[in-house]
């Protein structure tokens, strides 16, 4: 049976008093508001001098319009005022009839932005007293009212009231509100009865809406065949559809996870030849986005903004995620500004640009964000701090954490499970089992108690530790102890661990998880998939990664970029040079992300080749029974079939597509020329890459300063200690001597002489190194004086401790000096070292 009014009224007041006090006596007209240009200082004297008087006038002139025209402006006001205006005429002796509580009704419209419950209830009491006979109109309208505040109580004894029959016999135009009614009450089964007996009943004119509401409702229960069953109806019916039972349909399959099934369903739109609409949009990027596609929902974006589309904050919040997920969070905060300017960006919004930020690991532009909030004035809320303070973990910065934690409480936010769990992985990534207890222990103090996703947590963060480079026995004691407590790991904390095991190269460890997880029908993610197949890559097993890969399309485990990286990376390490390729073409044909990961991956394995030399070589000596005492280096490092032409295409492919690299990359591609005796060449990378190179590093520069000074080209030497100064690197020892080399072998003594200020202002002290090679420089240039000055420097240098080179380079100078007392002097003081033969040679002529 359904629940009285009475009954509702006195259930629901509560509802509107923290203090849970009985709600004020019914007032009209109580509210401070203003109508068209004029402000009502006293409501009461504004009342009894307007709509009063005009109500009053209404009532003696028996003019029913003037009422109704009276109650529909007071709606404009304040939806209560059309009421309080009716009650008010009524009690002045004018009979309402149906046109008067009309316009009252229509004033609760949730069209107009108004959604007031109460109000809704005292409206009904009303009627009922009265003994309306309610007009169907009104009652789909209030039902409305109460299913979108989420009330499905209250709507059913609205629609009983207005109908007086069984909920299941509605006539068809309230058969949605209730299909919502009973699906947001948990009751799909009921709501899915009502459907049927509508379509039975009404055939081919069953509307649009309900189909499309009843799919969209069937998919978020999961109960995706029903809803397939219900679309595959509509498809093949004679009546044209509207876009809206695609959207529905598509939506229904993201719900079930099943983005690429929404993407099929794009064919529709052609077919029908139906325009796709901003739902369709909204809806295809969330596809895009759970594909980890982000390119394609960034290209669709932007076609969206060429044929001037409308776009909205859901259309935002998609893009926002996909430019983070391609490194670029500047581009996402400037949507936000522009749905800012809109007015139309709220909280949720700032929120997904704070994690744009976090996930780039940019945490000054992440925590400038929660000042612009204030600033606008957009309270930040839990998620926002807890987006802070994953953030923060996930940097590896755990007092900052902790700090945004302390901050959150301070500002009268109650933190959530999610506030302790960066921090409790963080501590077990690092290693720190006691504090990870530690914040436990908080955590249940606060009222959460541990469950399996404690163990998940710990799980992941021991493992993600092991992927860092520590033991992998702590992730495995954890994996004990919830077997033995009988919790089931997830299949994320098992991929997570097969993870670290692969980055571990334990190729025995990852094939062992993986057919556990098979024996628990559990299937791997596809960060755990790229983990195997990149430790199978690592250990030449191409036909098993490439098996593996194939299995993860008959799973429906989707293929993201770095699935793709790492069986790139397992033909490299096969030089099957071609292979890579085709799946190269195979992203791009696909529009997976590439960028700089995927050609850092043939880049790592080129170089790994390198010692496959060096290893045939030591088998086949072992196999002889002889030990190997040397490989020369140039045989160690050369590389060969076909595969400096491979790492040319790279190159090649690097600059077509512009790709930002990094300074590890840069030096990757560098090392890998300088290597193969191909100085000119890596120059040439080195000047395409690094304007656009987001780290250039100092290493890179000296790599090449010492092939330049190896190959006698102290032009190029000078060329690249320039290219450093431009570009602010910090000047080290090993760049100091080598440039030191080079203005030594040009002659540039003058240059020579302000070595020791190169250094000083670089804030450097000179080491052995840096003596030796100033030293050498001035021989060089036959200035024996100016090197003896230098041995001296070196000797008031307290805390130097002399190597080899420089005690050999002092010996010299003074040898060609003539001074043999001070020859001798060095002899005596640093004895103990081993010089080398010369240095023995020269020695022994003067002592």
Same mark, same amino acid.
């Given at each position: 049976?359904?629940?009285?009014?009475?009954?509702?009224?006195?259930?629901?007041?509560?509802?509107?008093?923290? +203090?849970?006090?009985?709600?004020?006596?019914?007032?009209?007209?109580?509210?401070?508001?203003?109508?068209?240009?004029?402000?009502?200082?006293?409501?009461?004297?504004?009342?009894?001098? +307007?709509?009063?008087?005009?109500?009053?006038?209404?009532?003696?002139?028996?003019?029913?319009?003037?009422?109704?025209? %009276?109650?529909?402006?007071?709606?404009?006001?304040?939806?209560?005022?059309?009421?309080?205006?009716?009650?008010?005429?009524?009690?002045?002796?004018?009979?309402?009839?149906?046109?008067?509580?009309?316009? !009252?009704?229509?004033?609760?419209?949730?069209?107009?932005? %108004?959604?007031?419950?109460?109000?809704?209830?005292?409206? !009904?009491?009303?009627?009922?007293?009265?003994?309306?006979?309610?007009?169907?109109?009104?009652?789909?309208?209030?039902?409305?009212?109460?299913?979108?505040?989420?009330?499905?109580?209250?709507?059913?004894?609205?629609?009983?009231?207005?109908?007086?029959?069984?909920?299941?016999?509605?006539?068809?135009?309230?058969?949605?509100?209730?299909?919502?009614?009973?699906?947001?009450?948990?009751?799909?089964?009921?709501?899915?009865?009502?459907?049927?007996?509508?379509?039975?009943?009404?055939? @081919?004119?069953?509307?649009?809406?309900?189909?499309?509401?009843?799919?969209?409702?069937?998919?978020?229960?999961?109960?995706?065949?029903?809803?397939?069953?219900?679309?595959?109806?509509?498809?093949?019916?004679?009546?044209?559809?509207?876009?809206? !039972?695609?959207?529905?349909?598509?939506?229904?399959?993201?719900?079930?996870?099943?983005?690429?099934?929404?993407?099929?369903?794009?064919?529709?739109?052609?077919?029908?030849?139906?325009?796709?609409?901003?739902?369709?949009?909204?809806?295809?990027?969330?596809?895009?986005?759970?594909?980890?596609?982000?390119?394609?929902?960034?290209?669709?974006?932007?076609?969206?903004?060429?044929?001037? %589309?409308?776009? @909205?904050?859901?259309?935002?919040?998609?893009?926002?995620?996909?430019?983070?997920?391609?490194?670029?969070?500047?581009?996402?905060?400037?949507?936000?500004?522009?749905?800012?300017?809109? =007015?139309?960006?709220?909280?949720?919004?700032?929120?997904?640009?704070?994690?744009?930020?976090?996930?780039?690991?940019?945490?000054?532009?992440?925590?400038?964000?929660?000042?612009?909030?204030?600033?606008?004035?957009?309270?930040?809320?839990?998620?926002?701090?807890?987006?802070?303070?994953?953030?923060?973990?996930?940097?590896?910065?755990?007092?900052?954490?902790?700090?945004?934690?302390?901050?959150?409480?301070?500002?009268?936010?109650?933190?959530?499970?999610?506030?302790?769990?960066?921090?409790?992985?963080?501590?077990?990534?690092? =290693?720190?089992?006691?504090?990870?207890?530690?914040?436990?222990?908080?955590?249940?103090?606060?009222?959460?108690?541990?469950?399996?996703?404690?163990?998940?947590?710990?799980?992941? =963060? $021991?493992?993600?530790?092991?992927?860092?480079?520590?033991?992998?026995?702590?992730?495995?004691? !954890?994996?004990?102890?919830?077997?033995?407590?009988?919790?089931?790991?997830?299949?994320?904390?098992?991929?997570?661990?097969?993870?670290?095991? +692969?980055?571990?190269?334990?190729?025995?460890?990852?094939?062992?998880?993986?057919?556990?997880?098979?024996?628990?029908?559990?299937?791997?993610?596809?960060?755990?998939?790229?983990?195997?197949?990149?430790?199978?890559?690592?250990?030449?097993?191409?036909?098993?990664?490439?098996?593996?890969?194939?299995?993860?399309?008959?799973?429906?485990?989707?293929?993201?970029?770095?699935?793709?990286?790492?069986?790139?990376?397992?033909?490299?390490?096969?030089?099957?040079?071609?292979?890579?390729?085709?799946?190269?073409?195979?992203? @791009?044909?696909?529009?997976?992300?590439?960028?700089?990961?995927? $050609?850092? %991956?043939?880049?790592?394995?080129?170089?790994?080749?390198?010692?496959?030399?060096?290893?045939?070589?030591?088998?086949?000596?072992?196999?002889?029974?002889?030990?190997?005492?040397?490989?020369?280096?140039?045989?160690?490092?050369?590389?060969?079939?076909?595969?400096?032409?491979?790492?040319?295409?790279?190159?090649?492919?690097?600059?077509?597509?512009?790709?930002?690299?990094?300074?590890? $990359?840069?030096?990757?591609?560098?090392?890998?020329?300088?290597?193969?005796?191909?100085?000119?060449?890596?120059?040439?990378?080195?000047?395409?890459?690094?304007?656009?190179?987001?780290?250039?590093?100092?290493?890179?520069?000296?790599?090449?300063?010492?092939?330049?000074?190896?190959?006698?080209?102290?032009?190029?030497?000078?060329?690249? $200690?320039?290219?450093?100064?431009?570009?602010?690197?910090?000047? @080290?020892?090993?760049?100091?001597?080598?440039?030191?080399?080079?203005?030594?072998?040009?002659?540039?003594?003058?240059?020579?002489?302000?070595?020791?200020?190169?250094?000083?202002?670089?804030?450097?002290?000179?080491?052995?190194?840096?003596?030796?090679?100033?030293?050498?420089?001035?021989?060089?240039?036959?200035?024996?004086?100016?090197?003896?000055?230098?041995?001296?420097?070196?000797?008031?240098?307290?805390?130097?401790?002399?190597?080899?080179?420089?005690? +050999?380079?002092?010996?010299?100078?003074?040898?060609?000096?003539?001074?043999?007392?001070?020859?001798?002097?060095?002899?005596?003081?640093?004895?103990?070292?081993?010089?080398?033969? =010369?240095?023995?040679?020269?020695?022994?002529?003067?002592?």
């Amino acid at each position: 049976m359904g629940v009285g009014f009475r009954g509702v009224v006195s259930r629901a007041s509560p509802l509107l008093s923290a +203090s849970g006090a009985a709600p004020e006596a019914f007032t009209p007209f109580r509210e401070d508001v203003s109508v068209g240009t004029h402000k009502r200082p006293r409501p009461r004297e504004s009342f009894r001098t +307007s709509f009063a008087e005009l109500v009053a006038q209404a009532a003696q002139e028996k003019s029913g319009e003037r009422l109704v025209k %009276v109650l529909q402006d007071a709606r404009e006001g304040n939806p209560k005022w059309s009421l309080e205006a009716a009650l008010h005429a009524r009690s002045m002796g004018v009979k309402l009839d149906d046109r008067h509580w009309s316009a !009252v009704v229509e004033s609760m419209n949730p069209k107009r932005g %108004v959604v007031d419950t109460m109000l809704v209830l005292r409206t !009904v009491e009303e009627m009922k007293a009265a003994r309306v006979k309610p007009d169907p109109k009104w009652i789909a309208q209030l039902a409305e009212v109460m299913t979108l505040a989420r009330m499905p109580e209250e709507t059913q004894s609205i629609i009983r009231w207005g109908f007086g029959k069984r909920l299941e016999d509605v006539p068809p135009h309230l058969a949605l509100t209730l299909i919502r009614v009973f699906h947001r009450g948990g009751q799909i089964d009921k709501a899915l009865d009502i459907f049927r007996r509508v379509e039975e009943e009404e055939k @081919d004119d069953t509307p649009e809406k309900i189909f499309s509401y009843m799919i969209s409702a069937l998919g978020k229960q999961g109960r995706l065949e029903e809803a397939k069953l219900i679309f595959e109806k509509k498809v093949q019916s004679d009546k044209p559809f509207t876009v809206s !039972v695609i959207n529905s349909m598509m939506g229904a399959y993201n719900a079930c996870k099943q983005p690429e099934a929404a993407l099929q369903l794009r064919r529709y739109f052609k077919e029908r030849k139906l325009a796709e609409d901003l739902l369709s949009h909204n809806t295809i990027l969330a596809s895009y986005m759970a594909l980890d596609q982000p390119l394609n929902a960034i290209e669709l974006f932007n076609d969206m903004r060429a044929k001037k %589309v409308a776009w @909205d904050k859901y259309t935002a919040m998609s893009i926002i995620k996909a430019y983070g997920q391609v490194g670029n969070p500047g581009q996402a905060h400037r949507i936000a500004d522009q749905l800012a300017r809109r =007015g139309r960006a709220d909280i949720h919004v700032w929120n997904a640009v704070m994690d744009a930020y976090t996930k780039n690991r940019e945490m000054e532009k992440a925590d400038e964000q929660l000042h612009r909030m204030y600033r606008l004035k957009r309270t930040p809320d839990v998620v926002t701090y807890n987006t802070l303070i994953l953030g923060y973990a996930c940097a590896g910065n755990r007092d900052k954490a902790i700090e945004m934690f302390e901050k959150m409480k301070q500002e009268g936010l109650r933190p959530n499970e999610r506030s302790y769990h960066p921090i409790i992985m963080n501590l077990s990534e690092t =290693g720190d089992p006691g504090g990870a207890k530690i914040w436990i222990e908080r955590m249940k103090s606060a009222g959460f108690e541990p469950d399996s996703r404690l163990y998940e947590i710990m799980l992941s =963060g $021991f493992s993600r530790g092991a992927i860092k480079g520590q033991d992998t026995g702590p992730a495995m004691r !954890v994996l004990a102890e919830m077997n033995a407590a009988g919790i089931e790991p997830t299949s994320e904390s098992y991929s997570v661990l097969v993870q670290a095991l +692969s980055r571990q190269r334990d190729l025995d460890g990852v094939e062992k998880i993986m057919a556990e997880m098979r024996e628990k029908n559990l299937t791997p993610t596809s960060d755990a998939y790229a983990a195997a197949i990149s430790v199978l890559g690592e250990n030449k097993k191409l036909h098993e990664a490439t098996k593996m890969f194939i299995s993860m399309g008959q799973q429906g485990v989707t293929r993201h970029a770095y699935t793709y990286n790492s069986l790139i990376g397992a033909y490299v390490r096969a030089s099957d040079f071609t292979g890579a390729m085709e799946v190269l073409n195979e992203m @791009d044909e696909l529009k997976v992300l590439v960028d700089e990961r995927t $050609f850092g %991956v043939m880049l790592d394995q080129l170089l790994r080749l390198r010692f496959e030399h060096m290893d045939k070589a030591k088998k086949a000596a072992e196999a002889k029974g002889e030990t190997l005492k040397f490989v020369p280096e140039q045989h160690l490092l050369r590389l060969g079939d076909g595969r400096i032409e491979f790492a040319d295409s790279i190159m090649q492919q690097v600059e077509k597509r512009k790709i930002r690299t990094s300074g590890r $990359f840069v030096h990757s591609a560098v090392k890998l020329y300088v290597e193969q005796d191909k100085l000119d060449q890596a120059k040439e990378i080195f000047d395409s890459l690094s304007p656009r190179s987001k780290d250039l590093q100092v290493e890179t520069v000296n790599l090449m300063m010492l092939e330049a000074n190896r190959k006698k080209m102290p032009d190029i030497t000078l060329e690249l $200690f320039r290219l450093a100064k431009r570009n602010n690197l910090e000047l @080290d020892h090993t760049m100091l001597s080598l440039v030191t080399t080079a203005y030594g072998v040009v002659g540039r003594t003058d240059k020579l002489d302000e070595v020791p200020m190169l250094a000083q202002n670089a804030q450097l002290s000179l080491e052995p190194l840096n003596y030796s090679s100033l030293i050498l420089a001035y021989l060089r240039n036959d200035l024996e004086a100016k090197a003896a000055d230098v041995i001296l420097r070196a000797e008031e240098h307290i805390d130097l401790k002399w190597d080899q080179q420089l005690l +050999s380079a002092a010996i010299e100078t003074y040898a060609r000096i003539g001074d043999s007392n001070s020859v001798r002097k060095i002899w005596k003081k640093f004895r103990e070292h081993q010089l080398s033969q =010369g240095a023995r040679a020269i020695s022994a002529m003067f002592i």
